[in-house]
């Protein structure tokens, strides 16, 4: 089935399975069928896909390396990989250093990319380093990284110790994640260091203390923001200004977050992202949140997909005025795909469908706790598309 695939497809498959199963993949696949075994033999990528640990052997891994030497190479090391310091690892790693041209993605701790420099490392485009940056010494910076486009940092024990060199205007995408900043300071200072990001994530960051008003810092760039498990972001939500946002990600456990003042403030002129398609704010709402996001969405012209749901039980009756406003078909009037894991009641919902059944393609909504069977079979008879409860098991499904 699969040898039926372009080679090309094919090939990315391999690289994908690769990733996964390590390069012990590759012999069984060969002997599928002669199309399998001539893709293989035509991708030399797939030799430069290497994981530095376990259940990878590091006798396979030694003979990989041999046919690598011609290819991209792709390294990670997880966080189960080999003992940094065994012998046979150790110089398994020299060898690699002495490739380090051919480097193009790298996931690494801070101590092992430390055995290099960054002049030796011409090509590589995605970065993904983590540990202590204060083992990284300023010394690796004797150049800049000059196709780096991806960094992505984490586990910084003290952000005190960012490493500056890392950042230029080459970068597009920018991850940080699994960090208790103490403060937004660093964050800053890397993004003024990041003028040209097109997508930027935070991920389980917990920020110490209390933020300070400080005047935001745009990003004309950026495209994608994605903010997941990150407590007390209120002020590092307040200094970003992306007025050309198309997906708005903030989702889980973000409690302390204050979504009424990051809205409000999002929603000025100089801020509204005018152009926005994907909103997404899950498990971060109250319902005294709900009138700022509505005078946010209002200023959404061109939002396809809404995805909201409710993280406190208080205020819920609040959430009204969300439906109500989805109601009128000048909100929002791109609307595609609609999911709202809030209280509302049936009835309130068949006027958004009355009035958005020719574009709405998909809606989720809590259908079987908000009225009777006859009120959720009127919201189903004004929609031509796929409906659905919110209940994992539900007869309304
Ligand atoms: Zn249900």
């Known amino acids: 089935m699969l040898d039926t695939l372009p080679p090309e497809i094919f090939g990315r498959v391999l690289e994908i399975a690769i990733e996964i199963w390590g390069i012990g993949f590759l012999p069984p696949v060969r002997l599928v069928s002669r199309t399998c075994n001539d893709v293989v033999a035509s991708t030399p990528s797939l030799w430069g896909i290497i994981t530095l640990g376990r259940p990878f052997d590091l006798t396979v891994l030694q003979k990989q390396l041999e046919r690598a030497k011609q290819s991209d190479i792709r390294l990670s090391y997880p966080r189960k990989g080999f ?48 540990g202590n940056l204060e083992l990284l010494p300023e010394s690796f910076f004797d150049s800049r990284l000059p196709a780096l486009h991806s960094l992505a940092l984490s586990h910084v024990r003290e952000m005190d110790g960012w490493r500056t060199g890392f950042f230029s205007p080459h970068i597009t995408d920018f991850t940080l994640g699994f960090c208790a900043p103490r403060s937004t300071t660093l964050i800053r200072q890397a993004l003024s260091l990041l003028p040209n990001l097109y997508s930027l994530h935070f991920e389980n960051l917990a920020f110490y203390h209390v933020f300070t008003a400080q005047s935001p810092i745009k990003l004309a760039a950026l495209h994608h923001l994605e903010v997941i498990n990150c407590l007390h972001a209120t002020g590092l939500l307040l200094e970003i200004c992306a007025p050309n946002l198309r997906v708005l990600s903030i989702r889980g456990a973000s409690t302390n977050i204050e979504m009424a003042l990051i809205l409000a403030d999002w929603s000025q002129p100089t801020c509204i992202p005018t152009h926005l398609q994907s909103l ?118």
């Open 83 to 130: 003992p940094m310091r065994e012998k046979r690892f150790v110089r398994l790693f020299d060898q690699l250093l002495t490739l380090t041209d051919n480097w193009i993605r790298a996931e690494l701790t801070t101590e092992l990319l430390a055995k290099t420099h960054a002049s030796r490392l011409p090509r590589l485009s995605s970065l993904d380093v983590r």
């Open 280 to 397: 997404e704010l899950w498990d971060v709402l109250k319902g005294s949140d709900s009138a700022y996001l509505v005078r946010y969405i209002e200023r959404l012209p061109s939002l396809i997909r809404l995805m909201v749901s409710h993280n406190d039980l208080d205020g819920l009756d609040e959430f009204e005025v969300l439906v109500h406003a989805l109601a009128k078909p000048e909100v929002c009037p791109m609307l595609e795909h609609l999911c709202l894991d809030i209280p509302l009641h049936t009835v309130d919902a068949i006027s958004i469908a009355k009035l958005r059944r020719k574009r709405l393609r998909s809606v989720q909504i809590q259908l079987c706790a908000g009225g009777t069977q006859e009120e959720a079979d009127e919201f189903r008879s004004y929609l031509a598309c796929d409906v659905r409860c919110m209940c994992l098991s539900c007869s309304f499904n």
